[in-house]
């Protein structure tokens, strides 16, 4: 938990006081007549804050009287303005239906000096104010809001900077000595606009419809829901520094969920998940029915399938389960933010340039690609959250570590961002994944990888190996305090007997272990790559991801019994679906 900030009143009086009404003068980049209304607005407020922040002062508490409060050495805008279409559909009927328009803007103020600004250690969100903007492209109104929100992030910044101050007096010097902001080029690019959200709602409605209706033949899931996201958001940045940016972005998901519960309790659960750049490039209904009608079938296996117990021993992870294995495992701890701070584990902080996997295996983070083999990245983006370009960076390179994840926040072996400062609306950015792409020199096919796994079971004295088909999710534990360890959670497990029994599905197992130990079991991979897309939730919020890997073969993996449950699957019988009320 991080310390909670006081705010402190500012005192203005009219014409003076921390934001005097002076002249507009340089700062920011200038607004051009070209830019968006909105940009435009935030652009002239910025330079207009820019100049009279720190150049009066009113006494108070704070700020004695004649002397000056300091001036922002960093100020930025950042404005999401989003168009949202969703609908829900459960049992064959629609649940809900809406379409919304959002604005919101984050104002980051920084006072002090790169080297030790009001965010350094625990206060890290005390550069952050957010409020919603007005929807219409209102001159006056929007340069109003922002003016009220950097009035309220000023006072919030006053009062972290002097606590940061006094707490620098009195702690322990800090092993990582790295400033809190880096110096970087700003970057000037309006995008063009994507046009406006074209959805057929009474279409997509009916579809939703037959989605959900597919569960009725399936008595025992006793949830499903189908829904369909699409977005349609331009972000705008600008800051004193000049940066100018405007990037739009639209995406569409059609998300399938399906719950039931065992006869001891256990919940069981599967997902689908389809994306593309706009709703008329979602897979047709027919492939959508299908894997619908799949899922439900496993589930029904599932409920069905024995508990396993506790293994310790060699498996193989489908392409898909190891993306999100690369992500939770190894992605995460990779973030620069992680390298510093007295929480945190670092457990690759010392490992530059020293092998952190198998030679055969490189890793790289590339947001700039917006697909894959055809099939779209949600990680994709070309500017981060700070305004700087998105860039590929080569994490590990023959197995060897090479760099971090990096925001605009130093650590000491990188100093400079690279692209990967990324955050929700409302959030201070981190070092974060965009697209994780792991590819290998040490390729088989699927057969070949089959009968390594039975090989080295059988080696192992193991009458069977595990292979894991889907993932749903997993977290990693990165901080100091706790064991340096992971959990991913599987959906589709089987059994692989050596003595060629027909696979086995079974239930009830989650993965876990310690990074460094497990990253090196790997011993041989797939020879094509599979696609995870998904969203991560860490300290800077929730954000949309790509993971791309191939399956893998692993000398020793351990598992552990998922937590199964006491409650009884619905004790009355649920009402038969396709009837009307009554039975008629």
Sequence with gaps: MRKPVVLLGLVLAAGSGPWAETPAAGGGAAPSTSDPAIMQAMSSELDRAMTSLGTSATPTADVKAGALPPKPYFLSYSVADAENVSISAQYGAIMNSNAAHTRTADVQIRLGTPALDNTHGDHRTSALTTLPLPLSDDKDAIERTLWFAT??????????????????????????????FSKEMPQSDVLPSLPKLDVDKAAWEQRLREITAVFKGFPDIYYDTAIMQTSNETDYFVSSEGAHVATPNQVARLIVVARTRAADGMDLFRVETFEADKTGNLPAQSEVLEKTVAMAKNLDDLRAAPITEPYNGPAILSGRAAAVFFHEVLGHRLEGQRQRGDEEGQTFTKLLNKPILPKFLSVADDPTIREFDGHPLSGHYAFDDEGDPARKVDLVQDGVLKTFLMSRQPIASVQESNGHGRAETGKMPTGRQGNLIVTSTKTVSDAELREMLKAEAKKQGKAYGLYFEDISSGFAVTTR??????????????????????????????????????????????????????????????????AVAPAMLVSAIETQKQAQGTARPPIVPAPPLGLKKGGE
């Design 151 to 180: 009035n309220r992030g000023y006072g919030k910044a006053l009062d972290a900077l002097e606590k940061v101050k006094t707490e620098q007096q009195v702690r322990a010097k800090e092993e990582d000595l790295s400033a809190d």
């Design 481 to 546: 305090r706790s064991p340096q360890a992971f959990q991913v959670i599987p959906l589709v497990v089987y059994r692989v007997y050596v003595d060629g029994r027909p696979d086995e599905l079974v239930r009830g197992v989650s993965i876990v272990g310690t990074p460094q130990a497990a990253l090196m079991s790997i011993v041989a991979t797939g020879d094509h790559q599979d696609i995870f897309n998904g969203e991560c939730g860490a300290e800077s919020g929730t954000i949309p991801v790509s």
